[in-house]
């Protein structure tokens, strides 16, 4: 009996690190177009943690899955995104425009775009996606603007950040 515990006590360590750990994480890319005088956005989430928290937040009955997606899913969308990512250019908050929503296997791009943007000398961004339901969120944020790429690591007791371009 005692043979016995004394394996099951050697082998907990390695069974304790067999659980997957679960990383939370997401990233959004945000590029200047100087032809169109836009922000061009792409946010990538996985789907799982953002179907979890659009269900905590405002229908339990929601799903993000193509086949069975919930008929109202993009406003739900929508409303998430633009209470939890802000974008400030030379100071002035913009407005952002949600164009849509694509599954990429376990993820969900969301689409979005900052229409009349004068160059860029500095920009601010806010982005709490997913931090009100997962404290060890991170949101990682990358801006490339006139051929240059810069980014912000973003988590819940940071999720705002500027960067800063000279013209």
């Not at 799982?48 to 997606?69: A, F, G, M, Q």
């Amino acid at each position: 009996m005692k043979k016995i515990f004394l394996i099951l006590l050697s082998l907990l360590p390695l069974l304790s690190f067999s659980v997957a750990h679960k990383f939370y994480v997401s990233a959004t890319d945000i590029k200047y177009n100087e032809e169109q005088r836009s922000l061009q956005i792409i946010s990538h989430v996985f789907t799982d943690d953002l179907e979890n928290l659009l269900k905590t937040r405002y229908n339990k009955e929601l799903y993000l899955v193509e086949e069975e997606e919930h008929p109202a899913a993009d406003k739900f969308v929508e409303r998430y995104f633009q209470d939890k990512l802000n974008i400030s250019v030379n100071g002035k908050k913009r407005t952002l425009n949600y164009l849509g929503k694509e599954y990429n296997k376990d993820q969900l791009l969301i689409y979005i775009e900052v229409e009349d943007v004068e160059p860029i000398r500095n920009i601010s961004v806010e982005n709490a996606i997913l931090t009100d339901l997962f404290p060890e969120q991170k949101n990682v944020v990358k801006v490339s603007y006139n051929g240059k790429i810069k980014s912000l690591l973003l988590m819940r007791d940071a999720v705002q950040g500027t960067l800063k371009f000279s013209n």
